[in-house]
């Protein structure tokens, strides 16, 4: 049973120069326990995403519609408060993007990870064993909780980070590039980690991405996210092995392999400006293979069958 | 240590790095050794940020440096291109030593060698157009009247592929992709032709889809015009695809040096070997095992261990050995080095 079903979502920002389509009516399921990899270039909307569904928009949102359900339950009929009260940490969290970042310097880490459980008043002997609990959870030592965050490896703040998302023990956590300011040793350590937590808690992961080899590694299934819009949705197997839509191919084809004396390539040119998007297909301008109908208008997600779903008019029969 | 590395230098010289062109920059058992105040009356730590190394690039070569943050690699780079002083060894520019020449006399040089930077977000001044970023080196070193600036300056778009450059002269860095904007650094350090080319990270901060047009680029403009390319990276992917020698550095050192296709298919540090298994591919098998890692975490350049420096995370470690004293740089195969006592 999928636990998270969004359909029609969109994301607007209102900006001097007209509406930034960041997520442009964005539909997927998320089966219980799995993975599902967005996976996108600067500007794709990977990260509006994963805010929209976390309701934590910016002041200058223009247009926010769409239907998100969890475990069944509407959540865009719910008002700010109550999504306050009862979605965000308790059902869907977030660890963000950049850990370096993420956390107070002047704050002890333990009081960072108890945050939300002491907002609701439960009593700091309580708070901090459920800290401790998370700390060797996520692969640390008891005593990180007395440490402030520039005493820690990027690693660790990357694993603290993980620690304050599950501190309410959500179902749904949304992972936004938690890995890309590390290094590859530590990188792995992180992924195991990651797919540790979910085999162990359960946990359903949305992972925000642009490295789709990474994704490989963590997700049962991947959407590939261009200009707003996911333009090819399946399993991992269907996406890496079987790719339909022309920048998908691009894409893996553009990872150089380690294993292979073939020069990775490159799709030419940039994504379109989100203010002023092309008509048709948005990926026309840089697909090798465009025709005239990608020009005139713009193609739909098909189904391909067993789920695999592709944004292209080489699909439709030419 | 005197006795490694007047090996390397018999040995590269018996078997010249490429072909048999003369080297253009030559690294002599460098260091670069800071000092850190830990704190007003403690004593100082010393950051041996880079411990002793030895290198050469010919011309037309790519080198690639490779290695994890803290290993000295961009600290290794900033010293062939002289914009940090060396506290021990040479730095030879095409035979002459510029080791500690004063920056008033390093002119010259200034023109002849370039550097590209990781962050092209950064490295961008916002409030110049393309056309005036890509020129003012060339204003800098007084080249040319402005019709041969202006021509140099489509050259050297159109070298970068950014087609057709009018359209770009009188952009803003703001309008640009990411790509785009690293293409617009590369053409301000290409515009001046330089021998010698540092490209630190230059593609870490672009999208994947656009890393092999970039790499493309300095490929190209090396194969015509024979530049010498130090690229500096943490991909060690990339590197088996555009350099011809792939250098790894652990903590200040050099661990492992060879042909590109021989490091990667015959790893022989133990370090090397779990770089390459840490590199993700794109598999969907990949998400149903555990991904081989590196236990523990790059310790500290002010704080290196004694002997081998990647002795304390080594699955190899001999005891008794590893840890007594550095291990000597053998050449195991043609032009193919190491540092480590299993050899």
Redesign the interface.
Known sequence: MAILEVRDLYLYYETPRGPVHAVDGVSFELPEGS?LGLVG???SGKTSLGLALLRLLPKNVDTYKGSIRLEGRELMELSDEQFRREIRWRKIAMAFQGAMNVLNPVVKVWLQIAEPLLLEKTPRPQARARVEELLELVGLSKDVADRYPHEL???MKQRVVLAAALVMNPKVVILDEPTSAL???????I??LL?RLKRELGLSYIFIT???????????YLGIAYAGQIVELG???QV??EPEHPYTQ???E??????S?R??????G??PDPVDLPEGCRFRERCPKAFERCTEMPPLLQGKGAGHEVRCWLLAGR | MATTHEDTLTAERAEPAFGDREPLVQLQDVKAHFTLRRGIFVSKAVVKAVDGITLEIARGETVALVGESGSGKTTLGRISLRLIEPTEGRVLFDGQDISHVPEGQLLRFRRRAQAVFQDPYASLNNYMTVAQIVEEPLVIHKIGNREERAARVREALDAVRLRPPEEFLSRFPHRLSGGQRQRVAIARALVLDPEYLVADEPVSMVDASSRAEILLVLKDRQEDAGTAILYITHDIATARHFAHRIGVMYLGHLVELGPADRVIDNPLHPYTRLLLEAVPEPDPQNRLKERSIIPGEPPSPANTPPGCPFHPRCPEFMKGTCEAAEPEWKEIEPGHFVACYLY
Do not use: W, Y
Request: a negative charge; charged letters at 20%; hydrophobic letters at 40%.
């Open positions: 993975a270039e600067s500007g490896s990027g690693g290094d590859v040793s530590i990188q792995a350590q992924m195991n797919k642009h490295d789709i080899a990474l994704a490989s590694d963590l997700c049962d399993t991992s197997e890496l092995l691009g894409l893996l553009s990872i150089p392999r380690l294993r004396t020069l990775p390539s490159f799709i030419p940039a994504p």
